[in-house]
């Protein structure tokens, strides 16, 4: 996991799909559980849900209050 990483799921929003435009760190459980069932996407987007999932998985979504609070 990079630092900056955590940054962007509180910045950059989902480019596709049923949640298009919300930001990644706001993305349902359900919707990640699913990515990470049926495969994420490559690229930045796919290792960003990816690191989100195991977030929300783990119930640590509170880490990235902080970083909210700064953007």
Do not use: C
């Not at 699913?34 to 495969?39: D, H, Q």
């Amino acid at each position: 996991m990079n630092p900056e990483d955590l940054e962007k799921l509180v910045t950059l929003r989902m480019p596709f799909g049923k949640h298009a435009g919300w930001l990644i760190a706001d993305l349902p459980g359900p919707y990640l559980n699913w990515f990470a069932r049926e495969g994420f996407p490559d690229g930045q987007i796919g290792r960003l849900l990816q690191l989100m999932h195991e977030i929300d998985h783990n119930g640590l979504s509170g880490l990235l209050d902080p970083l909210r609070q700064r953007t």
